[in-house]
């Protein structure tokens, strides 16, 4: 099953024998087995109860708050992982170390090839001139490798997001969604409000895997340190940001399983938000491109998304312990 999203208000949340166990006005509307359950997210108000909380823990299983719309409030994880030699290596590179230098090299590269990749496929699927974009999608990725300080590849890595956003509309081909530029804090139209929402449920993913292999997640290299951010999830993030959040947000708009309707505006502060049933759907689209399989091109093996991101950690975790000579970002050709 993966990860669980609770979307009902003032549900309460609670453990009965080995099952999570949801109820909303006396009427249980979800009951699963713990053993699926990879992550739980609760998205709103929700109550729950101690016993789940002592369950989640004991099995590790993180639990995430997010509000409705998909902003990040606070989270539950389970112990930090016992192995000490991935946190000691993480600390060891941090700053301006050759190692944090390369893995966020890594970070950016694989973002801005995925990048490059996503507009060249959308050129040759809908015939549209995205040449100019691409040309300084490219020109930034061969500046990556070349720049040896990591403000400087932050830098390119703002200047290839601009490329990409730029255009980002030319991928929307439906006439009641357009993209101007990215915004949030709150999102104020539909299409930011999505990528805000997907980008929340990847963070909590992502930050996850993180634990699992033993890192201190609020440690990065390419995000800087600020109190209560975990830097490295959102460092690692970077490469799988167009691969499954950008995928799903242009898939629910072009293929119109989301329309305007799905969405509301808040009256005071404009934030833009999807119904009840939007999220729904948009939580399941998410769920199931997480689990669509490809074949990893560094494992030479097929895994599922969910899988990969666990190999990513795994991966960044050899090489920062002197295992493997560098770190491979997830990259689509």
């Known amino acids: 099953m993966g990860t669980v999203y609770i979307t009902q208000d003032d549900s309460f949340i609670s453990k009965v024998d080995e099952r999570l166990h949801v109820k909303f006005e006396k009427k249980t509307i979800l009951d699963v087995p713990l053993i699926k359950i990879d992550g739980l997210v609760v998205m709103g108000r929700a109550s729950i109860s101690p016993a789940a909380i002592s369950e989640l823990i004991d099995k590790k299983i993180p639990l995430t708050f997010l509000t409705n719309n998909g902003k990040y409030l606070a989270s539950l994880e389970p112990e930090m992982g016992k192995n000490i030699f991935v946190r000691s290596a993480q600390w060891k590179a941090a700053g301006e170390s050759a190692q944090a230098i390369h893995v966020t090299q890594g970070f950016v590269r694989g973002k801005l090839k995925n990048y490059r990749y996503s507009l060249s496929e959308a050129q040759r699927r809908y015939d549209v001139d995205l040449g100019n974009n691409i040309t300084q999608l490219t020109q930034a990725i061969a500046s990556v490798d070349k720049a040896d300080k990591i403000d400087s ?16 509309n030319h991928l929307i081909r439906v006439d009641n969604f357009t993209f101007n530029t990215r915004n949030r804090r709150p999102p104020i139209d539909p299409v930011n409000s999505l990528l805000s929402l997907g980008y929340s449920l990847l963070r909590h993913d992502i930050q996850g895997a993180l634990n699992i292999v033993g890192f201190d997640p609020y440690l990065g290299y390419l995000h800087t340190e600020r109190y209560g951010r975990p830097s490295l999830a959102l460092d690692l993030m970077e490469e799988f940001r167009p691969l499954i959040v950008d995928a799903v947000v242009l898939s629910a708009i072009n293929r119109k399983m989301l329309t305007p309707k799905d969405f509301v505006t808040e009256p005071v502060s404009n934030a833009v938000s999807l119904t009840k049933e939007g999220l729904h759907i948009f939580l399941r689209l998410y769920q199931e491109k997480k689990q669509t399989q490809f074949k990893h091109p560094v494992m030479q093996r097929k895994y599922s998304y969910q899988e990969t991101f666990e ?12 295992e493997i000579e560098k770190y491979p970002p997830l990259v689509m050709r």
């Open 153 to 168: 590849i932050r830098g390119l890595e703002g200047a290839g997001s601009a490329a990409y956003f730029g255009c980002f």
């Open 311 to 322: 190999i990513q950690a795994r991966l960044l975790a050899k090489y920062l312990m002197g």
